[in-house]
């Protein structure tokens, strides 16, 4: 058996995703799992010679080092019987759906830029710099997710408890996959 969907979380930097993966791995401990990176696990060659051959689904090169996250991997956690968690950007997303991993595909939104802004600055986590780039980002994240069918969920992450019981919807079925075969 392949084991339950991975699900890709995808959304602009403050939208909300860490926030309503917490609470997911909170509530359902022993459910969820994540792939490890392969940096280090092979030379830069090898990893090359992976990457264009397709194998991996995200890959980004920071300091001379290589990093990302391989197809194989993703299978690995799903065959533990864990949904794997991917947290990608738009990229990743159009990687995915080059292959055949068959996830779920959920994007978290802001209600708006002006509270995404807030978010962002009260999180302190950025210089005004760096919080520039990542509205621009979001902007651009913002258009591109409206691309009908790209998404299976969208959800708007206003209130945080409204968020996240829609997010627990539309993963139940693989939750209960998970479980039924733990039991069995
Ligand atoms: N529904 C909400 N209402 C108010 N604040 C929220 C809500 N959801 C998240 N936040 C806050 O907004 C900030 C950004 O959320 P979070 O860090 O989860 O975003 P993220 O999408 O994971 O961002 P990144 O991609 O940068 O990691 C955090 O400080 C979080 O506590």
Redesign the pocket.
Known sequence: MAGPRPVVMS???????????KKLLKEFDGVFGFSVSHYHYVTRTEMQKSIANGEFIESAEFSGNMYGTSKAAVQAVQARNLICVL?VDMQGVKNIKQTDLNPLYVS?QPPSMDVLEK??R??N?ESEESLQK?LHAANVDMEKSKEPGLFDVVII????AV?YEKLKESLLPEIQKVKVSNKA
């Not at 959304?11 to 993966?21: D, E, F, I, V």
């Open positions: 959304g602009p930097s403050g939208a909300g995703k860490s926030t309503l993966l947290d978290v978010r962002l009260d999180r986590t990542r992450n206003d209130d945080v968020a």
